[in-house]
């Protein structure tokens, strides 16, 4: 019997301390805080620098099909896209320093879906860009940030994630900073 007894207090200290270090990380991580910039406006996506959509053009297979024959991308694989989406941005530095701003981390989301920027076509539609880049002092650089979007099948499926809210996300946390892209 003092066996069970030993072996009911085990399980309780452990439960309470698994609870009590639970509790102790919700507090000392709280959740996610979203912003929401609309489609047009600037948003901070760190500190001094500034974001805004300036453009949203959308590409379905047939039409990306023909610009990859016409400029000869035999690179780009888009058997499986089913759209894909240049999304003209304006960077603005408002400090006196310049300032290192990370493109990479631009992604498309929606509800249940999410994807980083196409390499090839960020290649093929912008000059010079880097997954960092520089911005300097007091001035704006515009960028054609490139998204494909795989393994939804059928126009419905864009259509209902451009009714739940088509995102370009920044940052993830404390501030999930979120740039709509319809109006």
């Not at 990306?64 to 304006?90: G, P, R, T």
């Amino acid at each position: 019997m003092t066996r069970k007894k030993c072996l009911l207090a085990i399980v309780l200290v452990a439960l309470i301390v698994f609870i009590s270090r639970l509790i102790w990380i919700n507090h000392k991580y709280p959740p996610v805080k979203y912003e929401v910039i609309p489609y047009g406006e600037s948003g901070e996506a760190m500190k001094d620098i500034k974001v805004k959509i300036c453009d949203v053009k959308e590409y379905n297979q047939d039409s990306i099909k023909k610009y990859v024959e016409k400029k000869s991308l035999k690179v780009l694989d888009i058997a499986n896209q089913e759209s894909f989406f240049k999304v003209e941005v304006e960077m603005t530095n408002t400090s006196d320093k310049e300032i290192l701003f990370d493109v990479g981390m631009m992604t498309i989301e929606s509800v249940g879906y999410s994807n980083a920027i196409d390499l090839i076509l960020m290649n093929e539609w912008n000059d010079k860009w880097g997954r960092t880049m520089w911005i300097a002092p007091n001035s704006s650089r515009k960028l054609n940030l490139c998204y494909s979007v795989c393994f939804l099948k059928g126009d419905d499926s864009i259509q209902k994630m451009k009714k739940d809210g088509l995102y370009v996300v920044h940052n993830y946390y404390p501030v999930k900073k979120m740039w709509k892209l319809y109006k």
